[in-house]
């Protein structure tokens, strides 16, 4: 059973930087695209930050500049540094993986549960 498990949300000032870091378990043969969503009180899940195995990387236009999407292949991890924070990044972050569970198999995609980020003003 694969399981996706994220760390190091928080509470802090508006200008201020957080780390968010997702590990994934289970019996995983390959993972193709890690990234990072996040949805607001309100509204919709949105894409923030995608990449590939081959360490291509895709931002939501607001965070451009601001946080940087990274992983290890090895450990199958994804973080997310997030820096110069606004209230606006006030949302809770999901950890995505797609992963094929063996050669043979299709990928599908799995979710961590979150973790809330909020950003006062």
């Known amino acids: 059973q694969v399981q996706l498990v994220e760390s190091g949300g928080g509470f802090l000032q508006a200008g201020g930087s957080l780390r968010l870091s997702c590990a994934a378990s289970?019996?995983?043969?390959?993972?193709?695209?890690m990234g990072w969503y996040r949805q607001a009180p309100g509204k919709q899940r949105e894409l923030v930050a995608t990449?590939?195995?081959?360490?291509?990387?895709n931002y939501q236009d607001s965070v451009k500049g601001r946080f940087t999407i990274s992983r290890d292949n090895a450990k199958n991890t994804v973080s997310l540094q997030m820096n110069s924070l606004k209230p606006e990044d006030t949302a809770v972050y999901y950890c995505n993986a797609v992963l094929r569970l063996s050669a043979w198999s299709d990928p599908v995609a799995y979710w961590g549960r979150g973790t809330q980020v909020t950003v006062s003003s």
């Open positions: 990449i590939s195995s081959l360490y291509n990387t």
């Open positions: 289970g019996n995983i043969f390959s993972i193709s695209v």
